[in-house]
């Protein structure tokens, strides 16, 4: 897939707010303290300098554990994690740029990229594609 073009055809407007996920495992591990808080000097330098620029909107470490509510459980609430390590969203970060090309700069510089983590940007929509396709859907015509 190519990180420079969106997958779905609802492309945002610039100055537009994408998702950046970060996903894997504790990338901490096997380091020493002094290796970690080297990388973690790096990553709040990182935030810091977003905020500055005036491009982060928020962000937050996620719990590795959670629940999920499934209809196909019969409404139950089932207590987790739920995926591989690998795949665990460890947190997010949420920056409004130009365009997804501006993103994807911002998430190749996250210094915790060389320690196994992977950073999904997603663009955030400011509507449901659900609800665009059913206003832009004919009415059926009354029978």
């Known amino acids: ?4 073009k969106p997958t779905d055809h609802h492309i945002p407007n610039p100055g537009s707010p994408f998702m950046l996920f970060f996903r ?26 977003l905020q500055q620029a005036g491009v982060m909107r928020g962000g937050s470490p996620l719990a590795r554990a959670g629940t ?14 739920f995926v591989e390590a690998k795949e665990i969203i460890g947190g997010y970060l949420a920056v409004e740029v130009a365009d997804l090309a501006a993103a994807v700069a911002i998430a190749r510089k996250c210094p915790t990229l060389g320690h196994g983590i992977t950073i999904e940007v997603r663009p955030m929509l400011a509507e449901c594609p659900i609800v665009q396709r059913l206003r832009e859907q004919p009415a059926l015509a009354a029978a």
Do not use: K, Y
């Open 24 to 49: 894997g495992h504790d990338w901490d591990e096997g380091m020493s303290r002094e290796e970690t808080q080297r990388v973690l000097d790096r990553l709040t330098a990182w935030i810091e300098g």
């Open 68 to 81: 999920i509510v499934s209809e196909h459980q019969m409404r139950a609430v089932a207590d987790g994690p």
């Open 1 to 4: 897939m190519n990180p420079q």
